[in-house]
Structures are given as C-alpha cells and as structure tokens.
C-alpha cells in the first residue's frame, strides 16, 4: 500500500484513495499515475520479488549451497546476453521474416529468449552430468562465456546503444505497463505455483541425494523441474525487470535466520512474502526517497543484501543450513 | 652603496615581473563573444589558447601556443602551454563533430586519422576512409596506439570528461592533445565560436570568421523573430530509458535552445546544465498537458504512435500524443551529433517550424519530423 500512496509526486491519500475508489473529479494526471504507473509497479515489484526469492531458495537447496541464486546458473546473464545483441547489435529491433519488433517488445523477447537458450543448455548438461557441484561448475563458465560475448558487443556498440544497456542493466520494476502486467503475472505466477508442487522433494534433498533416492526421488527428473522453474521465474523476472540483484541470494537467508526451519512447507510460502517485501522496499526507497525519483533498483538491493551476505559467511558453522 | 644595489635589485625584479606577464597576457584578446571556456590571445604571429576547465572554472583545463610553422618559436613560452605548429598538417581527430567541422571548413586533407567510423557520415570523411587517405584507429576509449604514431600526426583532437582518469598511453606519445571541450559550452553560440580555434589550429580562420558571422547572424535574427512571440507552447522532450527520464537540465545547451526557439520548456527551472533522471509520474505530472513532445533516439526501425503506445501505454495518456504533436529525430540515419553543434541556425530554425508553425516559410526537415501512426 505504501508503494500505492507515496510516490515522488505527492498525492494526498485522500486522492489516492479517490482515484482507486473510482470517484470522479480527481486531478486526471492522478488518476493516470496511481492506476497506470504505481500498481503495475507495485504488483511488478511483488511478484519480481517472490519469484526471484522463490528461485533462490530453491537453487539453494538443489545445490547444497548457500551462496547459489538465480544468477547463479547463467540465466541472468543469457537474458543479458540477448538484450545485449538486440541494443547494441542491432539497434534495438528484432526482425524475424516479414515481423519486426522494437522497443521494450524486443528487449523483452530478446531476454526471454536468452535465459531459456541458456537454461536449455543447462538442462542438456544435468541429463548428462551427475554431479550437482559440477552443474553448478558449469552454469557459471556458461555465465563467464555470456560475460565475455556481453563486453564484446559493447565494445563495439555506439555510446546511446552501451547507455541504454547500461540503464537496463540496473533493473528497474517501473518498465511494466498495464497492459503488459498480466502475461508477466501469469507466467510468474505459474512459475510460483510449479515451485509449490516441488516442495516435497525440496525437503527430502535436504537430507542429502542418497537419502532423497531412498525416498522415491528420482533425482534428475527433479533437478531437471527445479531447473524448468527456476528458468521460468527468472527468465520472466529479468526480461521484465531487468537483471535483479541480490534478492534472490539474500531473501532465503532472511527467511530461515527468521523461522529458524528448513521445512520448504513453511519456508517457501515465508520465502516468497519476504521476497516481496524487500522488493517492494527497496522500490520504496528508490521512488520516494531521492528527489528524481530514479534511483536503480540494483544500487539499493546490495546496500541491504552485502551485509546479510557477509554475515552468514562469517556464522556458516553456526547457521548450519545444509549440514 | 647598500642603498643602490637595493635599488638595483628591485628594478631588476620588477622589470623581468613585466617582461613575462606580458608574454603569458598576450598582446591582444582575440574577441570572442560567446564562448565561456575558450580565450584566445594575439602574440605577435602566435596564438595563446587557454582552454577554462567547464567542471571547475577557476582552473586551466591546457593552454596552447600556436606558432605558424614559417615563425620560429618564442624564447619565453607561457608556463605549460603546449607549442602547436600551425596550420596543422596531419591531425587524428576523436569526435565525428569535430571531423564534420574540419570537412566543412575543406580542411579534410589535413585529418590524418578518425576514431569511432561508425558514427561518421560525412561524404567527405568517408571517400577518405574508402581510399585510405584517413586511416581508422579504431575506438576512441581505446585508440590503436600503434596506429596513431604511424601516422605522425601533429595533435589529437579529443573530447574531455570529468574525471576522465588521464588519457593513458595517448599522454605519453609526445603528441600534443587539444583538448575540444566545446560540448560544455552551455549556449549554442558559445560552441559555434569554438570554430574560431579549429580553424586558427588548421589554418583557415578567414573562412571561419565568416561561416560563424553568418550562422550568427541568422541565429539572432530567428531569435528576434521568437521575442515577439506572446504565445509559447509547453514543450517536453525525449524518452524514458528503462524506468528513468532524462531531461535537459534548464540552463543546458538544449534548454537554451527551445528557449531561443520561443517555447514554454518545462524543466526550465531546474538549475542544472546537464540532463536530469526523473521518473514516469514527476515528467507526467509536469507534462501531461504539453502541446509540443520531441523525441531524439536511435534505432533501425522508426518510431510510430502505435509503437510509442506498444512500448510504454501511459505514453498514450499525454496531450501531446493524443494531438499528434510529436516530432521525432532517428539518429541512426540522420546526422543530428554531427550537424547541431555548428549549425546552430539550421536546428533553431527547425525547432521554430516545430513549436510555432507559420512563422517561418516551408522548408524540408533536417533533423525532426512528424511521428507516424
């Protein structure tokens, strides 16, 4: 609600409440921000949060890691990688036979596509690798390849192609309008809901892969899921929003230091409320705390997210996540 | 005697004072009315150059002494002035503006390399570049090092930044760097008379005095034109990138500009020279009702309505897309970078056309034109 009533422009909560109450006689340029720019931002925000939580969580857990998030895999970085190609190779427009795309449509598609070529990839590899560590090995040289093809293009590219990439790059959940909101909903949501549907096996990995097996897991159908839900819920995540950093990491952490349990049945609905708040905060901080009113999403998630890092890095033998 | 040697020593004190304050002062200020971070001095047959550093006016950003090749060099050389003989035989030149200037000044035989080619597309420069005559260095925060002292070029002509860190390996090559900080310049006529030193480095400042005399002519005169004008539409500008607006600061190049060109700019009051991010709702409080929008992007396909609208829907909800009074300059296919700086009139005139139809005769758009559906 706060992210509805406080904005850079000031509108009292009378008008807000107002404009959602559908009353007439409010200032038009109200009506046009709360309804069309605010929501849309505030459910972006939401669900963005959620997903990437839920995505962190669950990367986590598949890999025994506490330090793997979303970003992890190199599907952040693949959605990079096609954005990349569409802004600073050719010029902002995707062209497929006789359709032509500009705008935040190709970037959209652009990023889309590249965080699914590279989860495909993934998944190729886990039904071929066994080892869990070794993915991982793998889901960041693809990052570092993505990484290097990404500096290339922008060695390369003109200074407005290198700037605008440089603005998605910071993430923003502004970029949704509302009429773009409801397929980013559903296909979050969806994610969300094959994340729930997986949370049975997410508490037998946690007693280890031998045990899972004992269990009844078949554990490359699951990886292969986890990964399929995972890619889902970023891919959407980042062709909207952008690359988000951070929340993914750090909202699982804040989670289980919160509940003090492993218990996915309780942890990823806990997971995907806290998501949700951070990102709804850190949108809060970045609209209505500086005078512009534009500062990136990316330069306030670290400031909350570095510190709970480098505490659990130093408390690992105390927190005891994945034994 | 104590008496006469005291007497001695100071007169010989205050005379050398006055034999080098006379050498830095110059003979002569060449008169430049516009400029704010540019002085030219007259020195008998040289020319001292102090270019004002724009981020901390009380400081030199470099200062140059321009010697004719056929003059020999002063004893007394003003303290870290760089010697530039001039006219300037073989230069590498960083900006596409400042290779455009050169090319319309016909001094395009004496550019000896260019940085960035794709952003060139100037006739000239590029029958150049085709025949090999001017030789690509590749990109300009990373110059091919090599290259550059290949062609023996007298100066490099680049443009400086704030706190640029220095420019690395290019220091060292013991080419002088002049230092083209014309794009600070926060008056359009303050940056066109920037082309009095180019042409002073190349040699054809006769044709320059003229060429700046015209376009200021011209430019004031459609000023004149605008002061008269009671009523000026409300004018908003650009897009957003990401979820960030950038608008021109209201004492910017660009502010000056639509100011000229008679329009009710609507960050005007913002106390800054460069651009401002803001967001959708602070633009869109501001500028829902503005009569007039013109949008600067680059992009291989052009921009319509129905893609404005596709690309952001609360686009839609301005007065100015509802009239169908956008105007958009694509970048990409039109040379706005290279053309605007020292062509001033020509996009004063343009803008005027825009904001104030029927003031000025019919003429085809360089830069804006009409969005399509």
């Given at each position: 609600m ?33 309804i ?16 990437l939580?839920?995505s ?11 330090l ?6 190199g ?25 032509s ?9 652009a ?11 993934i ?6 690798i ?24 922008n060695f390369?590219?003109?200074a ?15 970029g949704?309008?509302?009429?773009q909101?409801?397929?980013?909903s ?11 549907l997986?949370?049975?096996?997410l508490?037998?990995l ?19 899921l ?14 909207y929003?952008g ?23 309780i942890?990823?609905?806990?997971t ?15 609209t209505?705390?500086?005078?512009s009113?534009?500062?990136p ?17 130093v408390?690992?033998k ?6 | ?14 005379f ?42 009380t ?23 760089k ?13 596409s ?37 001017i ?27 704030e ?18 900080a ?35 002519k011209?430019?004031?005169a ?12 409300k004018?908003?500008c ?59 992007y680059?992009?291989?396909?052009h ?71």
């Open positions: 706060f992210n509805v009533v406080f904005g850079s422009v000031s509108i009292p909560f009378s008008g807000v409440w107002d404009v959602l109450c559908g009353e007439s006689g409010v200032k038009p340029s109200w009506s046009v921000i709360v069309e720019n605010r929501i849309p931002q505030m459910l972006t925000a939401t669900l963005c949060g959620a997903a939580a839920v962190g969580l669950m990367l986590q857990t598949v890999f025994s890691n506490p793997a998030g979303p970003s992890i895999l599907i952040n970085t693949g959605a990079s990688l096609g954005v990349a190609i569409i802004m600073l190779m050719m010029g902002g427009t995707l062209v497929g036979g006789q359709y795309f500009s705008g935040f449509i190709a970037v959209l598609m990023a889309f596509g590249g965080s699914i070529c590279v989860m495909g990839i998944m190729l590899f886990s039904s071929v066994k080892s869990n560590m070794m993915l991982l090995i793998i889901g960041i040289m693809i990052g570092y390849v993505a990484s290097s093809l990404i500096s290339l293009l390369f590219a003109t407005e192609g290198v700037h605008s990439y440089m603005i998605w790059g910071m993430g923003n959940f502004g949704v309008s509302l009429d909101l409801p397929f980013f559903i296909a979050t949501i969806v994610g969300l809901f094959g994340a729930t997986l949370i049975k096996p508490n037998a946690l007693l280890g892969d031998r045990y899972a097996e004992n269990l009844g897991i078949n554990i490359k159908v699951i990886r292969n986890l990964l399929l839900v995972t890619g889902i819920l970023t891919a959407t995540t980042t062709a929003c690359p988000i950093a951070f929340i993914g990491l750090v909202c699982p952490h804040i989670a289980r230091l919160l509940l003090g349990t492993q218990n996915h049945n942890l990823m609905p806990f995907m409320c806290v998501g949700a708040i951070v990102a709804l905060a850190c949108n809060l901080v970045a209505v705390f500086t005078a009113g534009s500062i999403i990316n330069a306030i998630t670290p400031i909350i997210g570095a510190p709970i890092i480098v505490y659990i890095i408390n690992q105390k927190i005891h996540y994945f034994n | 005697m104590k008496r006469c040697i005291v007497i001695f020593i100071l007169l010989f004190v205050l050398s004072c006055k034999h080098n304050g006379s050498m830095v002062e110059g003979d002569k200020t060449d008169t430049l009315s516009y400029a704010r971070f540019l002085k030219i001095e007259i020195m008998g047959d040289s020319k001292y150059v102090t270019i004002i550093n724009p981020w901390d006016t400081k030199i950003l470099s200062s140059y002494l321009l010697v004719p090749i056929k003059s020999d060099v002063p004893d007394v050389v003003p303290k870290s002035a010697i530039l003989r001039t006219p300037l035989q073989k230069a590498v030149v960083f900006s503006v400042h290779c455009a200037l050169l090319a319309d000044l016909n001094a395009v035989n004496s550019i000896g390399g260019i940085c960035d080619k794709e952003y060139i597309s100037h006739k000239a420069i590029k029958d150049g570049l085709a025949s090999g005559k030789i690509d260095v590749g990109n300009s925060m990373s110059p091919d090092v090599e290259k550059i002292i290949d062609l023996n070029a007298g100066a490099i002509l680049l443009s400086p930044f706190n640029g860190g220095g420019y690395g390996r290019l220091e060292t090559l013991g080419i002088p760097i002049v230092e083209c014309d794009y600070m310049e926060t008056t359009p006529l303050g940056r066109m008379e920037w082309i009095k030193f180019y042409a002073d480095l190349f040699g054809c400042r006769s044709e320059a005095d003229s060429v700046f005399s015209t376009v200021e011209r430019y004031l459609l000023c004149d034109l605008t002061s008269s004008i009671t009523k000026k539409p004018l908003m650009d897009l957003m990138l990401g979820s960030t607006w950038y608008v021109a600061g209201g004492n910017s190049y660009m502010a000056k500009f639509f100011d000229d060109a008679g329009a009710d700019y609507l960050w005007s009051d913002l106390d800054k020279t460069g651009s401002v991010p803001l967001n959708f709702e602070l633009v869109f409080d501001r500028a829902a009702d503005a009569d007039v929008w013109i949008v600067k680059g992009a291989v396909t921009l319509t309505y129905s893609s404005l609208e596709t690309m952001y829907q609360p686009y839609s909800r301005f007065k100015a897309f509802k009239d169908h009074n956008i105007f958009a300059c694509n970048t990409t296919y039109c040379p706005y970078y290279e053309q605007v700086p020292f062509h001033p009139d020509v996009y004063l005139e343009e803008l005027i056309g825009i904001l104030h139809p029927g003031v000025l005769d019919n003429k085809e758009s360089v830069f804006f034109s009409p969005l399509s559906d």
